[in-house]
C-alpha cells in the first residue's frame, strides 16, 4: 500500500509541477530596430509550440515573425526573391533566444 501511496503522489508532484510553454510574440520585428507590432508573451496550447518566422533577402535577413503557433512544421521554401524560413522550438522564450544572434 505504501509503494502504491508513493508512486502516485511523486507523480502528481511530477504533474503539478509541469509549467505551460511561454513564447515571445512580435508580428513584426525588422533588422534596425526592435519588436515594431504585437510584442507580448503567449502561452502554448496543446499541440502549439513557438514559432518564429524569418525572412532572407540576399542571405540577410529583413524580417521576422514570433508566435505560439500549432503543429508547427520546419520549412525553407523561397519565393518573389525571398527566402521563408519556419524555426520550431518547445522550452521557454526559445524564439527570442534563437532569433536574438541574427540582430547582433
Request: net charge positive; proline share 1%.
Amino acid at each position: 500500500m505504501d509503494k502504491h501511496f508513493l508512486l502516485l503522489s511523486s507523480v502528481f508532484c511530477c504533474t503539478a509541477a509541469v509549467t505551460p510553454l511561454r513564447c515571445i510574440t512580435c508580428h513584426l520585428r525588422t533588422q534596425r530596430d526592435r519588436c515594431r507590432r504585437g510584442f507580448s508573451v503567449c502561452v502554448a496550447e496543446k499541440h502549439e509550440t513557438c514559432m518564429i518566422l524569418k525572412i532572407f533577402q540576399d542571405n540577410i535577413l529583413q524580417l521576422s515573425y514570433m508566435v505560439c503557433q500549432r503543429f508547427c512544421r520546419e520549412l525553407t521554401y523561397d519565393l518573389n526573391d525571398q527566402t521563408y524560413v519556419h524555426t520550431c522550438c518547445n522550452y521557454n522564450y526559445c524564439d527570442f533566444k534563437n532569433l536574438k544572434h541574427f540582430f547582433s
